[in-house]
């Protein structure tokens, strides 16, 4: 299983970013996804989830109405739209597998720093 981020970036106070995760060696179709988010000092924390087909999405309420998760598994990857970014937002973002019970599989992750 192999999960790559890219997008990270350096952005302004209100900017977006577009942070995507292609996935291999499995099949990408039949599992949930995740987006996880690390900052300095604190533990990593769950931003959004969606389900295999893509039909099911849930949100951290620190990101309800500023961020989308979305999906498109002919190309095996997940995306996540950041809209409206606050420096609060600043972490390193991680995309996992998702199992009923958590992620087992990771990407290195990607850094998002948010200001001016």
């Known amino acids: 299983v192999q999960l790559e981020e890219s997008g990270g970036g350096l952005v302004q106070p209100g900017g977006s970013l577009r942070l995507s995760c292609t996935a291999s060696?499995?099949?990408?179709?039949?599992?949930?996804m995740s987006w996880y988010r690390q900052a300095p000092g604190k533990e990593r924390e769950l931003v959004a989830t969606?389900?295999?087909?893509?039909?099911?999405?849930n949100y951290a309420d620190s990101v309800k109405g500023r961020f989308t998760i979305s999906r498109d598994n002919v190309k095996n990857t997940v995306y996540l739209q950041m809209n409206s970014l606050k420096p609060e937002d600043t972490a390193v973002y991680y995309c996992g597998r998702s199992r009923s019970w958590g992620v087992d599989y990771w990407g290195q992750g990607t850094q998002v720093t948010v200001s001016s």
């Open positions: 969606i389900s295999s087909g893509g039909s099911s999405v």
């Open positions: 060696a499995f099949t990408f179709s039949t599992y949930a």
